[in-house]
């Protein structure tokens, strides 16, 4: 437990450096590169913060198949109809609604949702994707950077949102949402 706190405590700090600071300090604090692409930085940053923030909020919801979306945790269908909670892209939907910024329900339409970013370029909020069935086109499974280390996810049935490792197998990619769009 006491690693989970570390854990909140970093992607918290980070949120408040990058959210709550003026334009001015996000140069200094490092949450984006300087030059004439800096204020559309920022406001990514900004959103993306505000979306892990909403994530890091519902540390220990449930797992649940088919559960959750921009209105917070549901019951989920099929084999998640009685339990309350979120399933991946659930949780992921609810994150950036939060930020005010729609990316779609299932993972097929998050993948879609932005720009693919160099998992180099990995900044809080972003979502990282997991293709774990060789068999079935796009990835199964979304999660939201902490950082280039970290994700906050609802991992499977049986679990809860939860920190982990970004370096897992099935490492497909990594989506930064475009504000203002659902469908780039």
Known sequence: MNGLLRLLAIALAHISVCVFHSFPAYGAAGCH????????????SAAGS??????VEMIGVPYTWGGGGPGGPGFGIGKGAKTWGFDCSGLTEYAWARAGVAIGTTTYE????????????????????????????????????VDGTQIVHAPFSGESVRFDALERPHFLGVVRPSPGRSDA
């Open 33 to 44: 590169p300087h030059g004439c692409r800096a204020q559309a930085v920022a406001v990514r």
């Open 110 to 145: 998050q993948w879609r949702s932005g720009i693919r970013i160099a998992r180099e370029e990995i900044q809080p909020g972003d979502l990282v994707f997991y293709d774990s069935d060789a068999d079935t086109p796009g990835p199964e499974h979304v999660a939201l950077a």
């Open 50 to 55: 505000i979306a892990l923030r909403a994530a």
